[in-house]
């Protein structure tokens, strides 16, 4: 095989395929080539013999190989999610030269590979090179019965990866059951109790009232604390948690986890009192 000037062994697999193993460098001809092509991210051509002397012609523009910079993984956003995954989830990444052109984009979320939805330049250096941002899907977990956590990492051409360890959870989704009290000041700062299921202890955990999302006081699986935002006087909203940073929330299913908002003087009316004196 030669990619460019430079010269590889090749191990036939049948007829119609080789396998070639691609040199560590490009030689200082494909180097000045690929400097006036703007960057390393230049395409060789790649062409094999039977007799190491007599190449063959590229018939057209897949027959190219592309030469990189290595890319690092910086951040993976959101950082958790469902164990049946199907969420989007997005790398940054960063390159010191350019973006190989018509190349394709890969997430790995532990073993599992899956290709990107899309990838879109988000920075720029003129000295140090430029970020990207890949989108992908999660996977579902590969933890079975339990809540797990990967690494994520991010590929070019979907065989070399990123080795930078960064992480994404797995996180069974959060159960609400009931709240108390039902209802507080429509000018909200009620410390809410929400009781449920699979309530987990993170800088993750938020609440939702409605569309109005804060964070949340974890207490325990079954418990976490809420504070009640400002909200339409009279209004009645759902209360949902969620464990993976707002990107999933428990079902707004239970009609005991509706709040109402009240106004001053009528949340509460005492029409007794027992014993009547003490």
């Not at 000045?32 to 060789?44: E, K, N, R, T």
């Not at 000295?127 to 977990?141: E, F, I, L, Q, W």
């Not at 969620?242 to 009609?255: A, C, I, P, Q, R």
Request: charged share 10%; aromatic share 8%.
């Amino acid at each position: 095989c030669r990619f460019g000037w430079s010269s590889t062994k090749a191990v036939v697999l049948n007829t119609t395929t080789v396998l070639c193993l691609s040199p560590e460098s490009v030689t200082p001809k494909d180097q000045a080539f690929a400097l006036i092509q703007d960057g390393l991210s230049a395409p060789v051509l790649l062409s094999v013999a039977n007799n190491g002397v007599d190449f063959s012609v590229a018939l057209n523009e897949t027959s190219t190989f592309t030469f990189v910079q290595p890319m690092r993984t910086l951040s993976v956003v959101p950082s958790s999610g469902p164990p049946e995954g199907n969420i989007n989830v997005t790398l940054t990444l960063w390159f010191s030269g350019t973006l190989p052109q018509g190349g394709s984009f890969f997430c790995r979320f532990g073993t599992l590979v899956v290709p990107s939805k899309g990838v879109f330049q988000v920075a720029h250096d003129e000295d140090s090179g430029a970020s990207y941002a890949v989108t992908c899907v999660a996977p579902p977990s590969q933890v079975v019965g339990e809540d797990g956590s990967v690494t994520v990492e991010a590929s070019s051409n979907g065989v070399q990866f990123t080795s930078d360890a960064k992480e994404f959870r797995f996180v069974s989704r959060a159960v609400v059951v009931g709240i108390t009290p039902k209802s507080g000041l429509y000018t909200g700062g009620v410390s809410v109790q929400v009781q449920g299921a699979n309530f987990v202890k993170s800088n993750h955990l938020r609440c939702r009232f409605q569309t109005i999302v804060s964070t949340a006081l974890w207490v325990n699986r079954t418990a976490v604390i809420c504070t009640s935002p400002a909200l339409p006087l009279g209004g009645v909203v759902h209360v949902s948690i969620s464990n993976d940073g707002g990107t999933t929330f428990s079902s707004n299913d239970s009609l005991n986890a509706q709040f109402s908002a009240v106004g001053f003087g009528s949340s509460i009316d005492v029409v007794s009192a027992t014993p009547a004196s003490g």
